[in-house]
């Protein structure tokens, strides 16, 4: 069934994984679908292809293992689940089993960041990391409910893995109208145009830098926002470009470490291709284990919350130009 | 030998006293899934409800007025989303309080979510929610108690579904292997996980002969049964036994109220004002049938 929306409403990212899967599951006779318990949204998949859907039960390690099996044997897998348990339980499979041999396998879960209130187990708060130091591996964060279809659709035809993110999923802001950008693996979306600034985001708080950018234009400032949905490879090009066009005032945005994700990784393509800045903020979750609240007080109570987000754009921006003695 | 600590003294309920905590107990755990806008995992907290009553009400040694004191038993949630089910438990026992459970559950900075932060709550002995982590570390602790020379028991309370990670059964051969008879699991053999019904996609059975071919001293009863789980409790090994124990209980998912029973669509949910009525009805209904 095809996906119906209005931009700007809500939809929810598990039910476009469902459709989606549904729909590549008819055109690829080799996709398989795997799950440890977490498979609600898979239905409908599973009642079209019974025999290409695998329910292990409570058992990420087996679950990732076994899909490595099946890619060995030709089939595309893509196991879904909770991203906490996929991307630390699992660690070693994706590892190994998966990336070493560079086999087609896909990971999507749910919970990336400080969301769904389950507490510390419940937050992939680390998995950006994880899966950025593993060689092979394609690694995404999403936002928009219908880009998780779009990357799916063109995952099936990579090589090797993929690990897609995305926050809870079951209410998600359509960020972006279909054909309204050119959505690449491996190249970011300016979602937004400005010149003052950059807020480079990912996933869930794409919305925010929106809102952040909207905010501060009512002061006369530009503010780009770049979506930089793959983290890996990730876009140095349009990184160097935004330095340029953006006076190199940066401001990196993630719900995720701010120790091992985007800013992390903008980092160091700026310090490798020698790119001058003049500011550099990155706003994410400190180094402490959370706990509950939802996702906005939790973003706020940790310190990249939109004021946060709307303030540290102000201070990159009021930073004089670099070299500054001139 | 079990020395007598403060916590010893004292006559210990009966089981009626036990069942009507247990009523108390699913009563209050239906109101904060009828009043708490989120998901509370309430099937789950339905099928362990006497089990939680049995151990914190009965079996266990536990003082909530001094929590550290090294002699205690471990009580390890395992299955760590039936977190308000313990919370409320332990509230009844004077650990909580529940008023401060049902204020706060969920919110910005409480002690009270979704599953146990030992953080955040002194009580609980460790974080848990991520299913498999419970009985390693009780391994740990029992091993501990053993080498100290000490007489307290490790208890752990698993789900069924839970122990399809292989986390599990490396503990429980460690478990064996070390012969932890201090060592206690529960297992809330409750048949469904939370998509799919146990046996359906995954094959459990023959369930309490996995534990034994692991070594362990199996004890099955039905979960429900408050005789059955004081007798459990009573006949367990001395703690200087030599063989780690499993008590296997039977029981439903969503325990007490008809339309939870056997239902997948209650692993976690909400009940509006409207359904928290109908679910408490159902709940007294249950317990006029059982009397
Ligand atoms: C490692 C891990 N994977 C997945 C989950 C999500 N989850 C929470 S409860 C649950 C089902 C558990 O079934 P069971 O252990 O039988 O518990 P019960 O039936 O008592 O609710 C799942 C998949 C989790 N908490 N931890
Ligand atoms: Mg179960």
Known sequence: ?326 | MRDDAAWLTGDRPSVTELEDRAFELRSKLLHLCGTYEGAVHIGGDLSAADIFTALFHYGLRVDPHDISNPRRDRFLLSKGHAAVCMYIAMSMRGFFSYEGIVETYGKLDSAYGMHPCKVQLPGVEASTGSLGHGLPLAVGMALSARGRGESHRVVCLLGDGETGEGSVWEAAMAARSNELGNLVAFIDRNRQLMTSFTEERVVFEPYPDKWRAFGWNVVEIDGHDMAALVKAIDELPPADSDRPTVVVCETVKGKGVDFMEHNLAWHAGSLGAADLERAMAALEASREETV
């Open chain 1, 1 to 326: 069934m095809p996906v119906t929306f209005t931009f700007g409403e809500m939809l929810s990212a598990r039910s476009v994984i469902g459709s989606t899967l549904a729909e590549l599951g008819e055109t690829h006779d080799n996709l398989w679908v795997l799950t440890p318990d977490i498979g609600a949204t898979l239905v409908e998949f599973r009642e079209k292809y019974p025999e290409r859907f695998l329910d292990v039960g409570l058992a990420e390690q087996a679950c990732v293992g076994i899909a490595a099996g099946l890619a060995y044997d030709g089939n595309i897998p893509v196991v879904s689940g909770m991203l906490p348990f996929l991307s630390m339980r699992a660690l070693e499979q994706v590892r190994s089993d998966v990336c070493y041999p560079n086999l087609p396998v896909k990971i999507i879960g749910t919970h990336g960041g400080l969301v769904g209130n389950g507490g510390s187990t419940h937050y992939a708060v680390e998995d950006l990391a994880l899966m950025c130091a593993l060689t092979n591996m394609t690694v995404t964060s999403i936002g928009d409910p219908l880009m998780v279809g779009e990357v799916l659709r063109q995952s099936m035809t990579m090589r090797g893995p993929i690990y897609i993110r995305l926050a809870v999923g079951k209410q998600d802001v359509v960020l972006y109208e279909p054909g309204e950008h050119d959505v690449r693996i491996g190249k970011g979306i300016v979602a937004r145009d400005g010149t003052d600034a950059t807020i480079f985001t990912h996933g869930t708080v794409v919305a925010q830098a929106l809102q952040a950018a909207e905010e501060l234009a009512a002061d006369g400032r530009s503010v780009r926002v770049v979506d930089v949905f793959t983290l890996k490879p990730i876009d140095e090009d349009l990184i160097a470009q935004c330095a340029d066009e953006t006076h190199g005032r940066f401001v990196v945005l993630e719900d995720h470490l701010a120790y091992g994700g985007l800013a992390t990784r903008i980092a160091d393509v700026v310090a490798d291709r020698g790119i001058h800045l003049t500011a550099f903020e990155r706003l994410g979750i400190p180094q402490v284990y959370a706990g509950f609240g939802d996702d906005e007080e939790l973003r706020d109570k940790h310190g990249y919350g939109l004021g946060a987000t709307i303030a540290a754009t102000r201070r990159v921006i009021a930073q004089p130009s670099w070299p500054s003695s001139h």
